[in-house]
C-alpha cells in the first residue's frame, strides 16, 4: 500500500466513523505477540558463555542446558563468547533480541563485580537485563602446584612474603571471583603476588600442573578432579562453610582469614525487554531441571549446590552482592587492567 493510499483510508475511515488502520492493526499485533510467547520456542535458543569451554560456567551452562532442551524440546545451543571477564557476552545479550531466544549463562562476577571494576561498560547489568533463576553456587578452592613447600594458607602466605613479586595466581579472567579472591588474599595476607589472567580457569590449569604458576583461587569444578588426582594440592575453600564434597579442606576464615568469601554462582538471564510469560516459561523449567536427581547428583559430585531461585529472589540477590563487592574491590585496589 502506498502512503497515498494508506492515508486515504485512515481520513474516509475516520470519515464515516471507522476505527483507522492503526486502531485495527493494535490488536492483531497484539495476538501476534501473544501467539508467539505461546508457541515459544519454536527454534534452537543461543545460551552465551562469558568463557572459554572447559571452565565452571561452560560445564554449568552444558549440563543445564542439555536437560532443558529436553524440556523445551528445542536445542540450546551454547556459544562461547570469551574475553573481558565476561562484559563481550553480557553486551551481545544486552544487544539481541528480547524474544527468548538469547539468554546469557551469567556468572556473579559478570554481574555483580564487573559494574565497580570496569569505568566504561557498555551496558548496566541491573537496568539491561531481566534475571530468570540462579541455578547454581561453588566455592572456589585454593590450589598450589605439588612441588610449592606450603602445605597451609599459613605457610604459603609466609612463603609468599619472602619472595616479594615472585609468586602468581592464575584466574579466568580480570573480575571474576577467582581475580578477586586471589587480590582479597593479597590484601589480607599483606602479600605481593602476581596477578596471571586466562580466557577460562580450565585454561590455567596445564600451567598450574607444569608450576608456571604458583597458585590459583579455583572453581570446584576444575579443583576437585586434580587434587582428587594428586596433581594439585588443595589448601583452603573460600566458602563461609566447609563443603559436603571436601569436609576436611578448611575455609579460609579457618585459616586465618575471618569473613573470607569468595563464592561464585551461575544463572540464567535474557534481555530486559523479554515478555514476563516467556522469562517466567524459562523459570518454571529452570526449577524443574534443577530438581533432576540425576543433575543434582552430578552437580554435587563437581561439589556444586543447586539454587532454582525467583526472579525476584534472584534481582534481590543482585542488588545486594553488588556493593559488597564493590567494597572488596576497593579494598584490594583491584584493577581491570591487572
Known amino acids: 500500500m502506498t502512503l497515498n493510499r494508506r492515508y486515504f483510508l485512515q481520513v474516509a475511515g475516520a470519515a464515516v ?5 492503526a486502531c485495527i492493526a493494535a490488536p492483531l499485533l497484539t495476538a501476534g505477540d501473544a501467539f508467539a510467547q505461546a508457541s515459544y520456542p519454536d527454534k534452537p535458543i543461543r545460551l552465551v558463555v562469558g568463557f572459554a569451554a572447559g571452565g565452571p560456567a561452560d560445564t554449568v551452562a552444558r549440563l543445564v542446558g542439555d536437560e532443558l532442551s529436553k524440556a523445551l524440546g528445542k536445542p540450546i545451543v ?17 544487544k539481541a533480541a528480547p524474544d527468548g531466544y538469547t539468554l546469557l549463562l551469567a556468572a556473579s562476577g559478570m554481574i555483580v563485580i564487573n559494574p565497580s571494576l570496569y569505568q566504561n561498560l557498555t551496558f548496566d547489568t541491573i537496568k539491561d537485563l ?14 598450589v602446584h605439588s612441588e610449592v613447600p606450603a602445605r597451609n594458607v599459613q605457610e604459603l602466605a609466609a612463603l609468599a612474603r619472602s619472595q616479594p613479586g615472585q609468586l602468581t595466581f592464575a584466574s579466568g579472567g580480570v573480575g571474576t571471583t577467582q581475580h578477586l579472591a586471589g587480590e582479597l588474599f593479597k590484601s589480607r595476607a599483606l602479600v605481593d603476588i602476581r596477578h596471571v589472567p586466562y580466557r577460562s580457569i580450565a585454561m590455567a590449569v596445564p600451567d598450574l600442573l607444569t608450576g608456571r ?3 590459583a583461587f579455583a572453581g570446584s569444578t576444575v579443583a576437585l578432579p586434580q587434587v582428587q588426582d594428586g596433581k594439585l594440592r588443595a589448601l583452603a575453600i573460600t566458602s563461609l562453610q566447609r563443603s559436603p ?13 575471618p569473613g573470607f568469601d569468595a563464592t561464585a554462582w551461575f544463572g540464567l538471564m535474557a534481555p530486559i525487554a523479554t515478555p514476563a510469560p516467556i522469562i517466567e516459561r524459562l523459570h518454571q523449567e529452570a526449577v524443574r531441571v534443577l530438581a533432576l536427581p540425576g543433575l543434582r547428583k552430578r552437580f554435587h559430585e563437581l561439589g556444586i549446590d543447586t539454587i532454582g531461585n525467583s526472579p525476584a529472589e534472584f534481582a534481590a540477590a543482585i542488588k545486594a552482592e553488588t556493593p559488597q563487592w564493590a567494597s572488596v574491590i576497593k579494598e584490594s585496589r583491584a584493577k581491570p587492567t591487572d
Not at 466513523?17 to 488502520?21: E, Q, R
Not at 564434597?245 to 582469614?257: K, N, R, V, Y
Open 130 to 143: 531481566a534475571p530468570i533463576s540462579q541455578i547454581c553456587v561453588q566455592p572456589n578452592i585454593l590450589v
Open 245 to 257: 564434597t571436601a569436609p576436611g579442606l578448611p575455609t579460609m576464615a579457618e585459616s586465618g582469614f
Open 213 to 215: 604458576v604458583t597458585m
Open 17 to 21: 466513523g471507522l476505527p483507522s488502520v
Open 78 to 94: 551454547i556459544e562461547n563468547a570469551a574475553g573481558a571477564g565476561g562484559n563481550l557476552a553480557t553486551d551481545r545479550v544486552v
